[in-house]
């Protein structure tokens, strides 16, 4: 009888296990098919093979953000697709594993919010924006990365919750300025931060005033 009851034991563990497992697999299948887990990776990706042409994993050499970033001089000479590329690039390692960690933070909870077109529109729209309002600073700046659309994704997150929830946005306005303010420094693009954070702050009033049958609103999301 102990025997029997050791390998019963043993099976339940098993069959324990490989359900675990199943459902790991199966988070992890469910991720891959996410749009913020594709622009990370599209990001780590980009930034890895900048990395090999630099023969530095650490930095990536001025030349190429010149190139592939949004170098104001050429994009006033006509290189306008550098408005679109220059939010796939990234400066540094620590540069593209922070918007990474960031655009995950405030990208799932936005995929939560809204349909995919709504969520790469507004990532798009927002991050040019921030683009090309940095065009105003003039020719000899060299600007790169997604901070502009990942601000724009939390703006509208942030301000679509308030007001389908019909609470405040005066908070939500606080806060989106907090964050704003944390992230002043030293060679950081605040024009592209604010314009990209107004336009997702736009964004998600707009669609706050749609009928609400068009967007899914998850009450368990825990945001500010």
Do not use: C
């Given at each position: ?6 390998v019963r034991k043993i ?71 550098q408005l679109f590329t ?44 921030g683009n090309l309002l ?91």
């Open positions: 009888m102990l025997l029997l009851k050791t099976i339940k563990n098993v069959k324990d296990k490989y359900f675990k497992f199943l459902e790991v697999i199966k988070l992890y299948a469910e991720s891959l098919r996410k749009l913020t887990f594709l622009l990370i990776l599209i990001n780590l990706l980009i930034y890895g093979f900048l990395a090999f042409l630099s023969k530095n994993p650490l930095i990536i050499d001025y030349n190429l953000l010149a190139i592939y970033g949004q170098y104001n001089l050429f994009v006033y000479e006509g290189w306008y697709w220059s939010l796939f690039i990234h400066a540094n390692l620590l540069h593209v594993l922070g918007n990474s960690l960031f655009l995950a933070f405030f990208g799932f909870k936005a995929e939560e919010l809204f349909t995919k077109k709504v969520y790469l529109f507004t990532y798009f729209a927002s991050g040019l924006t940095t065009l105003l600073m003039g020719a000899n700046i060299v600007s790169v990365g997604a901070s502009g659309a990942i601000f724009g994704l939390f703006g509208a997150s942030t301000i679509y919750m308030r007001k389908t929830m019909n609470q405040s946005i005066l908070s939500a306005l606080i806060y989106a300025m907090y964050l704003f303010l944390m992230n002043i420094g030293a060679n950081i693009n605040l024009v592209s931060h604010l314009g990209g954070l107004a336009t997702g702050l736009m964004i998600g009033y707009i669609l706050a005033k749609k009928p609400r049958s068009y967007y899914t609103l998850h009450y368990s999301i825990r945001y500010m």
